[in-house]
């Protein structure tokens, strides 16, 4: 089960919303580079990028902040990013720089073409994110639902060699309401690719209920507001995940 701090930013900052409402927004720091330092020190084996501005703008708008977190990582842990992702040259100048995942959104849903296209050029480094408001895909930052079911949805990606999917309930993200476990191992059992849990985590009691449901496809789940504002000590929940699995090797 990975924890997977998320960096979201915003006109170089690094920030949190509501919901995914711009005119909501938390600043949390001023430098990315150094918020990224922060998490690679605490422990993190893998780190969440958005660019927000991006996803709505439809094309890559932080490139500073973000190749200030890549020069910080220095490819010790993997680094993954979406946001504005809606051509073949973005994707091959994010790996050049050092990113290890690129996710596609309102691409992915829109022109799935290109999902395909993108998947058979760059193999293995493909993640969708799937946004979703009561069951229905959302694009273009959140700002529209469409009529797609998430899990019809997910089930047309499933032979294009997609690595995971980032599911996000939208109305859960940022509100520290719990996550949406139901609907998230739904998708999972529904679908053969890997499933990644956002949107909702409060504290301890979202880790446990998520390492309950690993063997069901849910592989890893996205850290915002609640490792930000403190609700979640990220370190109790690393020694929890560790602790839990430790234990079912044991008694395998």
């Known amino acids: 089960m990975l924890l997977i701090p998320a960096i979201d930013l ?27 330092e922060t998490w690679l020190k605490r422990g993190a084996e893998r780190l969440h990028l958005v660019d927000l501005n991006g996803a709505f703008a439809g094309r890559p708008k932080n490139q500073d902040a973000i190749e200030a977190i890549l020069n910080v990582i220095d490819r010790e842990i993997p680094v993954q990013i979406g946001g504005g992702i809606r051509d073949m040259e973005t994707i091959e100048r994010y790996l050049d720089l050092g990113m290890d995942y690129v996710i596609i959104g309102t691409a992915a849903v829109k022109d799935p073409g290109f999902l395909q296209d993108a998947c058979s050029a760059f193999s293995g480094h493909i993640i969708v994110g799937l946004d979703a408001k009561d069951g229905k895909v959302a694009t273009d930052g959140w700002a529209k639902v ?3 079911d998430v899990i019809e949805m997910a089930k047309r990606f499933e032979d294009l060699g997609v ?58 789940v996205i850290l915002g507001r609640s490792i930000y504002e403190g609700t979640l000590n990220f370190e109790e929940a690393l020694d929890y995940v560790d602790d839990y699995f430790d234990g079912i090797e044991e008694q395998a």
């Open 10 to 36: 915003k006109d170089g900052q690094c920030v949190r919303l509501r919901q995914g409402d711009l005119n909501d927004t938390t600043i949390f720091s001023d430098n990315p580079g150094t918020m990224a």
């Open 146 to 148: 469409t009529k797609n």
């Open 163 to 220: 690595e995971s999917i980032i599911y996000t309930d939208i109305g859960r993200d940022g509100m520290l309401s719990g996550v949406n476990i139901e609907a998230t191992v739904r998708l999972a059992q529904a679908t053969r690719i890997p499933v990644i849990a956002s949107g909702g985590v409060t504290d301890l009691r979202d880790i446990e209920a998520l390492c309950k449901v690993a063997d069901e496809g849910v592989e890893g």
